[in-house]
Each structure stands twice: as C-alpha cells, then as structure tokens.
C-alpha cells in the first residue's frame, strides 16, 4: 500500500518579495556547526571554511530526496553561500570525509503573507491511496492542482474542492512537487513524498 505525505505552502510570488536571512554554518575538522540548521524559503546557508580541505556537496546524485543540488569545490578557507527557494530537506556531506554530515531543513515561506493567510495540510497523514486537503474552506470553489515528478514532468493535474478526496494510487513511489491555485488565484506549492 502506498502512503503520502503532504503538505501545502502558501507562495503567491512571495519569494522575490520577502525579507531574506543568511544563516552562518562553520565548516571545521572534521564537522559543521550547526550540522542541522532550520530556516525559511527564502533564506540563504553561508559555510565558512575554517580550517582543513572540504567542500559542500549536496549534490541530487549521492542526495536523491534532494529536489535540487548545491555544492562548491573541496578546497581552504572558502565562504560558500546558497539561497534555497523551495521547501523540503536537504542533506550534504563533504566528499573527502564521510563523517562530516549536514541537514538543511527549509520550510514554508519567509513573508509576513504567509504567516497569516496560514498553511494548508493533507490528510490522513500518513495516507493510501488519497488525500483530502484541509483548510480550502477558505478558498470557496475549485482549485486547479497540478503534481509533477523530480525532474519537473507533469504527473497528475486535478480540479479540487472543500473536503474532497484526491486520488494518487496512479503515482510511483518518489518525490513529487506540486502547485494548487484557487479560483481567487491564490497560489500553494509545496512537495509529496509517496511510499
């Protein structure tokens, strides 16, 4: 049986607009301090190399639930910053030492817009086979969802509306992103994962 998680996220084209964080991660031998940090979409990561030979490498091929990769040359006393626009979890390690490992956790939207127009949520979570979307009662009529695979091609496009049950058994196990927007053309994105 299949089960997905889901999340909705307000973005609107607030990414350009929001107010931007940069978050410090200090690269040393032989870790990263904070080797998990938590920020908003929107948000810049910048590593400062302090001392030894590493590199960033969040690369999609040793990172596949990565939904995109980041990474720069191993090397010394380098800063090395990435913006990530796009919800989700990102993992890196450096490539000469396996035990230097990092998480990036992005979530939401850094705007004042989302925080109050609030997040829509998916449930049953964990689900099979469906899920229903919670918190379009706010968003009266029907909304087009569109659902697309890593690598950006179109994997399901529904109408929905208030309490109704999504269908994703035709999907394959994986990372999905996807896009709703409503009849007020408010605009959600957010990523699934089914299993």
């Known amino acids: 049986m299949k089960k997905i998680y889901f999340a909705l996220l307000f973005s609107g084209l607030c990414f350009a607009a929001s107010a931007q964080t940069t978050h410090e991660v200090t690269v040393f031998n032989f870790g990263f301090d ?9 948000d810049i990561v910048r590593w400062v190399n302090t001392e030894g030979n590493h590199n960033i490498n969040g690369n999609m091929s040793e ?6 990769s980041f990474g720069n040359d191993v090397g010394s006393g380098w800063t090395y910053e990435y913006q990530f626009d796009n919800p ?14 990092g998480e990036v956790i992005v979530s939401g939207v850094n705007s004042t817009r989302d925080r109050e127009s609030g997040v829509l949520s998916a449930f049953p979570t964990p689900a099979e086979d469906f899920v229903t979307i919670g918190g379009l009662e706010n968003y009266p009529g029907q909304s087009q969802l569109i659902v697309f695979d890593i690598t950006g091609k179109k994997a399901l496009e529904t109408v929905v509306s208030v309490n109704e049950q999504i269908s994703v058994s035709s999907l394959k ?15 959600f994105t957010g990523k699934m994962l089914i299993k």
């Open 34 to 42: 904070p080797a998990t940090i938590e920020i908003q979409a929107g």
């Open 63 to 68: 990172f596949p639930e990565n939904t995109e």
């Open 88 to 101: 989700g979890t990102f993992d890196y390690n450096c490539i000469l030492h396996a035990q230097m490992v």
């Open 173 to 187: 196990a994986g990372i999905y992103l996807f896009n709703l927007t409503t009849e007020g053309d408010q605009r």
